[in-house]
C-alpha cells in the first residue's frame, strides 16, 4: 500500500518562503513520477509541479514559475517544493501526489495523494 505524507505548511507573509515535504513509503520511490496541486476555497484543484521519476525533467504551472522549484531525493524517498515569493494568492491547501512512472506531466494519472498541508500567505 503507497502511502503518502506532505508536510511543511504554514503561515508566511507576503514575499517569504516556505518549503514542503512529501515522504512515500510502501512501495519503491524511483518507480513514481511526483507531483505536487494546490486547492484554494471555492475553487477546483490545480497542478503546481511536478517531476518524472527520474528526476532529471520538471514541470511548472504558469503562475509558480521562477518562484517554486519541485526537487526529488529517492534515496530518503522525498520530494520538496521550495516556495518562494509567496503571494496571498498562492494561498491554499497543497497536496502531493504520485503517477507510477509518471513524467510529472500534469496529464499524468496520478494514483496516490498526500492528506494535504496548508498554506497561508498574509501578513
Known amino acids: 500500500q503507497v502511502r503518502l505524507e506532505d508536510t511543511g505548511g504554514g503561515l508566511v507573509q507576503p514575499g517569504g518562503s516556505l518549503r514542503l515535504s512529501c515522504a512515500l513509503s510502501?512501495?519503491?520511490?524511483?518507480?513514481?513520477?511526483m507531483g505536487w496541486f494546490r486547492q484554494a476555497p471555492g475553487k477546483e484543484r490545480e497542478f503546481v509541479a511536478g517531476?518524472?521519476?527520474?528526476?532529471?525533467?520538471?514541470s511548472y504551472a504558469d503562475s509558480v514559475k521562477g518562484r517554486f522549484t519541485i526537487s526529488r531525493d529517492n534515496a530518503n524517498n522525498r520530494v520538496y517544493l521550495q516556495m518562494n515569493s509567496l503571494k496571498p494568492e498562492d494561498t491554499a491547501i497543497y497536496y502531493c501526489a504520485a503517477a507510477t512512472l509518471g513524467t510529472g506531466s500534469p496529464r499524468n494519472e496520478y494514483n496516490y495523494w498526500g492528506q494535504g498541508t496548508q498554506v497561508t500567505v498574509s501578513s
Open positions: 517531476t518524472d521519476w527520474i528526476g532529471k525533467t520538471a
Open positions: 510502501g512501495r519503491s520511490f524511483s518507480m513514481f513520477g
